[in-house]
Structure formats: C-alpha cells, structure tokens
C-alpha cells in the first residue's frame, strides 16, 4: 500500500518548483475566506489571482455547475452547444465586438490575438506586415509566444531562440511609441492597466494617441484585459473607462468563476481571418465553463453590482490612505475597482514579500506585483466587514515593520 497523505512537503517532494507556495495546505473556501488542514481561517484578498470573482464555493455558481454537470460537460468544438453559444452572444451583445473565439486561459487567449493579428496582416497587407510592439513591464501570459510579446526578458529568456519582430518600448510613453510605429507594425498589445507589472496605468492621453496611430499605421489595438476585465475594474471591461477602443480584446481569469476559460472578441472585418482550421483548441470553451461564465456575465454587468464595486474601491482607497498616514510605511496607493496597488516607501520595498508572509500568518492573504507592489484582489462580492478585517490586519503588520526587519 502506497501512502497518499499529503501536506505542504508534498510539494516539495512532487511538484516542480516553479511556485513557492505558503507554508499551509489549503483545503476549502466559503465568501471571501480560505481555510488550511488545520481549520486556520484566512481572508483571502487575492481571490485565486483575481480569478474566484463571487469568491469560493458560492452557491449559485455550484448549483449551476451541478446541473450542468448532468447535461453536457465536454462535447468539443467539432459539435455547437447551446451554453458555448449562449455565452457567445451574451458578450457580443454586452461589448462594441462582433465575434468570439474561446480558449481556457489568459495566456491562450493572448496566443491567439496575436496570431489573428499576424494572420490579418499577411493576407490583408503582405508579409512584410508582421511587427507586434509591446510595452515593458507588461504580462502577456507564459505560452512561448505570448511570454515573448510580454515585456519581462526573464520569463523568456533561456528557452532558446524567440519569435522574431517582436518590440518592447517604454509604457505610457508616446514619443518612444511614436518613433517605432510604422507601416510595418501589425499590432499593438496593451494591459489598459498594468497587473502583474506593478498595478500600473495606462494614461488616458497615452491610450488615445495610440488608439489614433494605430488606425494611422493600420496596426490592430489589442487590448490584454485578462485580468482588467469581468468587472475587475468598476466596468465589465475596463476599456469602457474611457473612449478608446481596441479591434481585439482578450479576456479569462474572472470569467467563469474558477472554471478555466478565456475568451478573444473583434470585429467581423478581423474575425473572418480566423478562417476554418486556422487555429483551434479541444477543451476551449466547453460547455461546462461557458454555463458558469453566463452566470458571471448576468451577474457582473448589473450596474448595481458595478456600482458596489466602485463603492468598495472608494472604502479600500479610503482606509489604505489612512493606514498610510498611521504606518508611515506607504508611498501611492494605485489601481480601479478591487484591483489594487500599495507602494512601499523606498527603505521599506525590500521587505514587500514578508510582508506577504506575516500578513498569512496573522490570517490574511495578499499577492505581490512587480517587484515591491503590495497587490489586493479581492473577490468582486466581497463584504465591507471583511474588508475591514483584513485591513486591519495589513495595517497590524504595517505598523509592526520593524519586527520584520530586524528578523
Ligand atoms: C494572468 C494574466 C495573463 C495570463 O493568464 P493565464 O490564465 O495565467 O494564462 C495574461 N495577461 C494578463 C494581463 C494577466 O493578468
């Protein structure tokens, strides 16, 4: 007999190590807390990276995944099926694009809108047409392609030779971005706001002057929501802030619940060139997803639940303002809707990640972004007395700072 019990050293001993996950062993979730093997309780402010948007183990979301799971949870895309289809229209209807095209995750949603892009301007333009400029600090995703287009070499470098016409300039910057783009660009991909970068935003001006060169230059203005979109932001999309708009859009985290699904929309005039068996995926949009993710479209779009989203931004900013006066310990405080930034003052940037970690101790979860960026996600639905125990404890932690760097 095998022995199959399992704790954090198990990881250790089977896993590659890619992650360095926390010292606990998550095994269940309720709302907006986590729970370990020993019943340790936790308020997770990172809601599975901006994933578990309605939090864990939510009713409505479980119900429906049970009665789907009775019908249909698998056909592939050699057969429609009614809640793929249903899924489609509801954000073709709800968003300024056309036409979809479903995959399981960020990264392979990222894939395919720069292989659309590619494809569109080979056939429309020529070959010669086959720049895609991005910006540093951005994060596309860790398939190859899309690990490139991202503007951190680290992650790409060491994997042997890289797509080629692939250039990074410096965000928010026009005059760089003015100076590269050309007939020769075919796209431009772009994070509205900047997630796994810092919590970085693009400025408005810096977005509408792109949107204009693009059309200019014929290049296609892609816009990487992954993890700004599904309400994230205040809106369902966070390009609704403001009047510009991209041709291709890529969306997944928050979109089914926890369910893995992605989604790529454009327009009819781009979509067309992703004609039959040019690309594809078995699992990518299963019928099981897009019966979850139809749920979370209903839901999240309501201007009421938007509105609460605003209202809880406004409270987090409020309090994270007021522990920084309290601690000393805070620079800017950054982001839109539950997508959140706390800059460290410069002596305090070294210790961001044990911060992470005496704040899972004392029974709150929180993400990093960039290097010394403390990040809040919390889930969408999450309630103002959750929010105020967690801040608690992440202004507990600030104040004691000290302790953690004389350790
Ligand atoms: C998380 C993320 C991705 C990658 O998504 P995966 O589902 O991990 O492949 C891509 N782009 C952005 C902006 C992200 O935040």
């Known amino acids: 007999m095998h022995n199959l019990q399992v704790s954090r050293q198990t990881f250790d001993d089977v896993m590659m190590p890619v992650y360095a996950p926390h010292s606990m062993l998550i095994t269940k979730g309720k709302g907006s807390y986590l729970f370990d093997s020993e019943n340790n309780r936790y308020i997770d402010f990172t809601s599975g990276i901006a994933v578990n ?45 056309s036409k979809i095209f479903f995959v399981n995750s960020g990264a392979e949603a990222n894939e395919a809108a720069l292989k659309l892009a590619r494809r569109y301007a080979f056939e429309v333009y020529g070959p010669q047409k086959d720049e895609i400029i991005s910006f540093d600090h951005s994060f596309h995703g860790r398939t190859f392609f899309s690990v490139c287009v991202g503007g951190q070499d680290k992650y790409s470098d060491g994997f042997g030779p890289k797509p080629a016409s692939i250039t990074h300039l410096p965000f928010n910057d026009i005059e760089a971005f003015k100076s590269q783009i050309s007939d020769k660009t075919c796209a431009v991909i772009v994070e509205p ?185 919390p889930p969408l639905n999450i309630k103002k007395s959750v929010i105020c125990e967690g801040l608690g404890i992440l202004e507990h932690v600030l104040a004691n700072i000290d302790s953690l760097i004389e350790k």
């Open 193 to 377: 706001l900047q997630g796994e970068g810092g919590i970085i935003p693009a400025t408005d001006e810096f977005l509408e002057q792109v949107r204009a060169l693009c059309s200019k230059h014929n290049a296609l203005l892609i816009f990487d929501e992954v993890q700004t979109g599904i309400g994230r932001t205040g809106k369902l999309f966070a390009y609704m802030h403001s009047s510009v708009k991209p041709d291709i859009l890529t969306t997944a985290k928050g979109i089914a619940a926890g369910l893995p699904l992605g989604a790529v929309l454009t327009t009819d005039e781009i979509g067309v060139h992703f004609s039959k068996g040019s690309h594809g995926s078995t699992f990518g949009g299963s019928p099981l997803s897009c019966a979850v993710g139809s749920y979370i479209i209903d839901t999240i779009s309501n201007p009421v639940f938007l509105h609460k989203v605003e209202k809880k931004h406004k409270f987090f900013v409020k309090y994270l303002k007021a522990i920084a006066k309290n601690t000393g310990v805070i620079d800017d405080i950054r982001g839109k809707g539950l997508l959140l930034g706390v800059d460290l003052k410069e002596k305090y940037q070294p210790y961001a990640s044990a911060i992470v970690q005496q704040c899972a101790k004392e029974g709150l979860f929180i993400l990093i972004a960039g290097h010394h960026t403390l990040r809040i996600a």
């Open 53 to 97: 948007c309605l939090g864990h183990n939510h009713k409505q979301v479980r119900s429906i995944i049970k009665k789907q799971s009775k019908k249909l949870i698998h056909v592939s895309n050699l057969f429609a099926n009614d809640k793929t289809l249903t899924l489609a229209l509801k954000l073709t209807q709800k968003t300024d694009f």
